[in-house]
């Protein structure tokens, strides 16, 4: 377990954190990090196009039961109320300050979120590139982040 939540500070650059009681591993939402959730084919078509257009692998959580992805990103969305509005149509949400994001754990028993694909160092997309791939995954006009 310690070794995991070595692995998402150091490599990472995640704030990790342990719940003991429950093992649980989660990160907050803070000024420096954001998080943009999506539905399960949404999530997949904007991590693809991201790829497609960066050549690297975002961090991306997903729920197995629900296939709904949590794309990690550098918060730097200014007009979240407008970002909100925008993503209302595609059931998509910009996590606010102070939410509390699971990661995977070893634990069993805990919430099942997995990683789409396994994060190898500390890369996190600009908030503004998720949205762009939004927008043109989803056929919407581009926000204002």
């Keep these: 377990m310690l070794s995991r939540i070595h692995y998402y500070r150091d490599v990472c650059g995640l704030p990790a954190v342990l719940h003991a009681a429950t093992g649980r591993i989660a990160i907050r939402i803070s000024p420096q990090l954001g998080a943009i959730s999506l539905p399960g084919v949404l999530g997949g078509q904007v991590a693809a196009r991201l790829d497609y257009w960066h050549g690297v692998l975002v961090p991306v959580v997903m729920h197995p039961a629900t ?6 990103v550098r918060n730097d969305i200014d007009d979240r109320a407008g970002v ?3 993503l209302h149509p595609v059931n998509g949400d910009v996590l606010d300050t102070d939410v509390e994001v699971a990661l995977p754990s070893p634990v069993l028993g805990v919430e099942r979120w997995t990683w ?14 998720v949205l762009a791939a939004i927008g043109d995954c989803a056929g919407l006009a581009v926000a204002r982040a």
């Design 67 to 72: 296939g709904r992805r949590i794309f990690l």
């Design 84 to 86: 909100q509005e925008w």
């Design 116 to 129: 789409v694909d396994w994060p190898q160092d500390a890369y996190l997309p600009s908030g503004a590139d």
